[in-house]
Nanobody
């Protein structure tokens, strides 16, 4: 079992930056693939980014490529999402998730989820 707790959300101006963190417990981050998803009001939860267990490979949704960076610090059992050049359309609740698969991008491929943290980007 893996417990995940997100933090770092808040209000930021368009063009600004924000870093989200996800602290894991119950199982080491190094043993699971980690990812970020987000859900805006009235919309489906969508994939944002994923990172392999070793941290060697990453994968991003087209909407965030070049702006967001996913990383992990296995020693601290923590996942990060660095968000730069934020846009109002990035406003959503962001969730971190863990998967037992080597690579995962679909919601159903992730077994463990955090509670989410709100990110609001103003104009």
């Amino acid at each position: 079992q893996v417990q995940l707790v997100e933090s770092g959300g808040g209000l930021v101006q368009a063009g600004g930056s924000l870093r989200l963190s996800c602290a894991a417990s119950g199982r080491t981050v190094s043993s699971v693939t980690m990812g970020w998803f987000r859900q805006a009001p009235g919309k489906e939860r969508e994939f944002v980014a994923t990172i392999t267990r070793s941290g060697a490979s990453t994968y991003y949704a087209d909407s965030v490529k070049g702006r967001f960076t996913i990383s992990r610090d296995n020693a601290k059992n923590t996942l990060y999402l660095q968000m730069n050049s934020l846009k109002p359309e990035d406003t959503a609740v962001y969730y971190c998730a863990a998967s037992l698969r080597l690579l995962a991008t679909r919601q159903n491929e992730f077994s463990y989820w955090g509670q989410g943290t709100q990110v609001t980007v103003s104009s």
